[in-house]
């Protein structure tokens, strides 16, 4: 049965987007056929992530809720590592298309529940992963109910861990039965083990994974993915070693 993990976090730019598209990427090469949903559609990351600066023509979520095409046209084949199974990206919205539209006019949001069923359904996924804005809206409502495994990540300063408690009354209302705690962005001169105890005080629970600020992400060129471009990083090798946690094996 395929897998939906939802990323939230209560602020913005705690490092969710990266963390999702270099989970899916690396998903995908150890052989599971991964879908990444960019749910953002306020401010889309994903297909800058994946080097598709501008979208033209592409399809994207925004033109699925406002009935302009199947969801599974949105979804954009992503290559893989030789071996590794199929990666799908569905990017939010195009530049500035569809977003007047859904401010204007709203949308059933039965259909961002139905577009993940359907994108199971269609692209025969092992796991769906979704991308969200910051904070609660009816995209991370949507996706966080549909979800198995809720990643929470955030950084370990007062006004992130502030969140925390709404975070857990959020993810206890929507019912998400796993969590996974990220804690990201790590500062130089902050010992991890620091850091890993103010978020797991704040949150009540175990961090799965304890990750560093790292310059070469923070400032990565081009085109290309963070894995693709530092596959031998210290930072992947812990994106890769948190996958098990986040993939239920029952
Ligand atoms: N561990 C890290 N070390 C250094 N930079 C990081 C790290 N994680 C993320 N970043 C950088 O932080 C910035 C914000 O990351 P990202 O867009 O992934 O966060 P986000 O939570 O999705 O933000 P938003 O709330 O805007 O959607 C990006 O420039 C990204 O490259
Ligand atoms: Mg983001």
Avoid: W
């Amino acid at each position: 049965m395929a897998q939906i993990i939802a990323m939230h976090s209560h602020r913005g730019g705690t490092g969710r987007s990266s963390i999702a598209a270099n989970l899916a990427r690396l998903m995908a090469d150890e052989g599971h056929r991964v879908a990444l949903v960019d749910t953002d559609i306020q401010s889309p990351a994903a297909h800058v992530l994946f080097g598709m600066t501008e979208l033209r023509g592409e399809r994207t979520l925004a033109d699925y809720l406002i009935g302009q095409c199947e969801v599974e046209d949105a979804a954009a084949a992503v290559p893989v590592a030789p071996g590794g199974a199929e990666l799908f990206l569905v990017p939010a919205r195009a530049e500035a298309s569809g977003i007047h539209e859904i401010i204007a006019q709203g949308y059933d949001v039965g259909l961002l529940r139905e577009g993940f069923d359907r994108l199971i359904e269609a692209l025969r996924l092992d796991v769906l992963l979704l991308d969200t804005h910051a904070g609660i809206n009816n995209e991370t409502v949507t996706s966080v109910a549909s979800a198995q495994t809720l990643v929470v990540v955030t950084r370990s300063c007062r006004l992130d861990l502030a969140g925390a408690g709404e975070t857990i009354e959020f993810a206890n209302h929507l019912g998400c039965p796993r969590r996974a705690l990220v804690v990201n962005m790590v500062p130089p001169g902050v010992p991890g083990e620091a850091a890993r105890a103010r978020a797991e005080a704040a949150y009540g629970s175990t961090a799965r994974a304890v990750l560093p600020y790292a310059p070469e992400l923070a400032c990565v060129a081009g085109d290309r993915l963070f894995a693709d471009a530092h596959p031998d990083h210290p930072l992947v090798e812990r994106f890769r070693s948190v996958i098990p946690a986040l993939l239920d094996k029952d």
